[in-house]
């Protein structure tokens, strides 16, 4: 968008035929909308806010919700963090761990010691020396960085766990300090980092469409089903990449050259689209360091309203309108220490404008991490569905009418300690080659705002080397001129 905006000619190539990357949505043969995972905007995702306002979705595509983090525990039991509060950060905050109903008061007493001695206390009156504080823990798990002074066993088993596998698909065994401290000392720090909201619909209405139309508008010509089949480059005597001449695109390989590539993908993305010779830059081999975890996208249609727990009638009624979250049940993301599925919503609800369907009742979306992932489709279905009766007991009574599940073998990076450190950097030794995606070092680390982020830095680079007589076009410019005159 900044690219288009500053009067530059872009043209994209996506592999597959439709955009979004991780946050891709599509329909299948019944009209139904397929996700490859269940997507929250943070208040923190400020970049993110910032293109959606940009092309006008902001107002229109997301919907508010109450700012209360639920957790849902075996027999229907709810606690949660609430941060509605007359004072705002990190008072809300501190309020919201004191008064939870997710934790015993002796995990609350070690929880509060804990976090008492942490980075996010640094960071009340130096937010850039605690982020420095937070980076240098990311050789840790967050188990070990928490239970070193006063953490108990109880916290995590209960609360962070379920938070670490919404955030990365991992637990706190496993993941690293860095990755979990960061969005805590946001949210501890800023008053709107924790509120959420969801989109109105799916990705592909809510937010790429309004991308998109935003893109075209401006000239920038989108090719899908067009994969890249290798970057075209030339080489210094040792062998090293020097600069990207353009990109062999299709089936057919045609040739297109381009005075500055950007490779936007994700990490095995990269990891197959990066010619051997680039790895003789350790920038460039590093990324072959970085692991990613499996993920299981599970959706549910059921014939009543599963998380509506207090009146069984309502439960069970679909008639009538019901749209625009007017359905019983609990409009908002939910969490859970006692399911497989790290987080999960209602979308029905949440989400009504595309996922609600007159007549019918919940669609209960959820994500299985690698735990369940090596199981069939069908019997990740049957779990799926025991696990939520299991959180909402009166949901036995309800039917599942119809069922969704999508597997994807490589999803987010693995956030594990060590991580940051093969994370490459957005400018690259190939001083016409850029990298954009969560994964590239950025501190929002491997989530939507994340890869917003790193695409508007890679933006900004190219904007400030574009123009001038040693600029990327009076680059290209010579080096076609040299190529023609040899």
Same mark, same amino acid.
């Given at each position: 968008?900044?690219?288009?905006?500053?009067?530059?000619?872009?043209?994209? *190539?996506?592999?597959?035929?439709?955009?979004?990357?991780?946050?891709?949505?599509?329909?299948?043969?019944?009209?139904?909308?397929?996700?490859?995972?269940?997507?929250?905007?943070?208040? !923190?995702?400020?970049?993110?806010?910032?293109?959606?306002?940009?092309?006008?979705?902001?107002?229109?595509?997301?919907?508010?919700?109450?700012?209360?983090?639920?957790?849902?525990?075996?027999?229907?039991?709810?606690?949660?963090?609430?941060?509605?509060?007359?004072?705002?950060?990190?008072?809300?905050?501190?309020?919201?761990?004191?008064?939870?109903?997710?934790?015993?008061?002796?995990?609350?007493?070690?929880?509060?010691?804990?976090?008492?001695?942490?980075?996010?206390?640094?960071?009340?009156?130096?937010?850039?020396?605690?982020?420095?504080?937070?980076?240098?823990?990311?050789?840790?798990?967050?188990?070990?960085?928490?239970?070193? #002074?006063?953490?108990?066993?109880?916290?995590?088993?209960?609360?962070?766990?379920?938070?670490?596998?919404?955030?990365?698909?991992?637990?706190?065994?496993? @993941?690293?300090?860095?990755?979990?401290?960061?969005?805590?000392?946001?949210?501890?720090?800023?008053?709107?980092?924790?509120?959420?909201?969801?989109?109105?619909?799916?990705?592909?209405?809510? #937010?790429?469409?309004?991308?998109?139309?935003?893109?075209?508008? &401006?000239?920038?010509?989108?090719?899908?089903?067009?994969?890249?089949?290798?970057?075209?480059?030339?080489?210094?005597?040792?062998?090293?990449?020097? &600069?990207?001449?353009?990109?062999?695109?299709?089936?057919?390989?045609?040739?297109?050259?381009?005075?500055? +590539? +950007?490779?936007?993908?994700?990490?095995?993305?990269?990891?197959?689209?990066?010619?051997?010779?680039?790895?003789?830059?350790?920038?460039?081999?590093?990324?072959?360091?970085?692991?990613?975890?499996?993920?299981?996208?599970?959706?549910?249609?059921?014939?009543?309203? +599963?998380?509506?727990?207090?009146?069984?009638?309502?439960?069970?009624?679909?008639?009538?309108?019901?749209?625009?979250?007017?359905?019983?049940? @609990?409009?908002?993301?939910?969490?859970?220490?006692?399911?497989? *599925?790290?987080?999960?919503?209602?979308?029905?609800?949440?989400?009504?404008?595309?996922?609600?369907?007159?007549?019918?009742?919940?669609?209960?979306?959820? +994500?299985?991490?690698?735990?369940?992932?090596?199981?069939?489709?069908?019997?990740?279905?049957?779990? !799926?569905?025991?696990? @939520? %009766?299991?959180?909402?007991?009166?949901?036995?009574?309800?039917? !599942?009418?119809?069922?969704?599940?999508?597997?994807?073998?490589?999803?987010?990076?693995?956030?594990?300690?060590?991580?940051?450190?093969?994370?490459?950097?957005?400018?690259?030794?190939?001083?016409?080659?850029?990298?954009?995606?969560?994964?590239?070092?950025?501190?929002?680390?491997?989530?939507?705002?994340?890869?917003?982020?790193?695409?508007?830095?890679?933006?900004?680079?190219?904007?400030? &080397?574009?123009?001038?007589? %040693?600029?990327?076009?009076?680059?290209?410019?010579?080096?076609?001129?040299?190529?023609?005159?040899?």
């Amino acid at each position: 968008m900044d690219l288009a905006d500053a009067g530059h000619d872009v043209e994209m *190539f996506e592999l597959r035929p439709f955009v979004g990357g991780k946050v891709s949505s599509w329909k299948d043969k019944d009209g139904n909308h397929i996700e490859m995972g269940l997507h929250v905007f943070f208040g !923190c995702y400020y970049n993110l806010f910032g293109i959606m306002k940009r092309t006008g979705s902001f107002d229109d595509n997301l919907r508010l919700k109450e700012h209360i983090h639920t957790f849902v525990n075996e027999g229907g039991h709810l606690g949660a963090l609430d941060f509605q509060f007359p004072i705002g950060a990190p008072i809300s905050g501190l309020q919201a761990f004191f008064k939870t109903e997710q934790l015993e008061p002796i995990d609350k007493f070690h929880n509060a010691v804990r976090l008492g001695t942490s980075p996010i206390v640094r960071a009340l009156f130096d937010f850039d020396g605690g982020m420095d504080m937070v980076r240098d823990l990311d050789d840790i798990t967050f188990t070990e960085w928490f239970t070193q #002074l006063g953490g108990s066993r109880g916290s995590l088993d209960r609360m962070w766990d379920p938070i670490a596998y919404a955030l990365g698909f991992v637990d706190c065994d496993n @993941i690293s300090a860095r990755a979990m401290l960061t969005i805590f000392m946001l949210f501890a720090i800023r008053t709107e980092a924790s509120v959420l909201r969801m989109l109105e619909g799916s990705p592909q209405t809510g #937010l790429h469409d309004p991308i998109i139309a935003y893109l075209e508008e &401006r000239g920038v010509k989108i090719n899908l089903s067009s994969p890249c089949r290798d970057i075209i480059h030339e080489v210094d005597e040792e062998g090293k990449p020097t &600069r990207v001449k353009g990109l062999m695109i299709g089936t057919s390989k045609e040739m297109k050259e381009f005075d500055a +590539v +950007v490779a936007a993908l994700d990490v095995p993305g990269i990891k197959k689209a990066l010619p051997e010779s680039f790895r003789k830059y350790p920038m460039f081999d590093n990324i072959y360091n970085l692991d990613t975890v499996p993920i299981a996208t599970v959706q549910l249609r059921f014939d009543g309203w +599963v998380t509506e727990m207090e009146n069984e009638g309502y439960m069970m009624n679909t008639s009538g309108d019901q749209s625009d979250g007017k359905a019983p049940g @609990i409009d908002n993301l939910l969490y859970s220490a006692d399911a497989e *599925f790290s987080c999960f919503a209602d979308l029905a609800l949440t989400s009504p404008g595309d996922y609600y369907k007159p007549g019918e009742g919940s669609l209960i979306q959820a +994500v299985f991490d690698e735990r369940a992932f090596g199981r069939s489709n069908e019997q990740i279905k049957e779990d !799926c569905i025991k696990q @939520i %009766n299991a959180l909402f007991p009166s949901s036995k009574k309800l039917n !599942c009418t119809w069922s969704s599940v999508v597997k994807l073998g490589q999803s987010l990076y693995r956030e594990k300690p060590g991580q940051d450190k093969f994370r490459p950097k957005q400018a690259t030794p190939v001083e016409n080659f850029f990298l954009a995606g969560s994964y590239t070092y950025q501190d929002y680390l491997d989530s939507m705002e994340g890869a917003t982020r790193s695409g508007l830095m890679v933006a900004d680079e190219i904007i400030s &080397r574009a123009d001038g007589p %040693n600029g990327l076009a009076a680059k290209s410019k010579a080096a076609k001129e040299g190529a023609a005159v040899v």
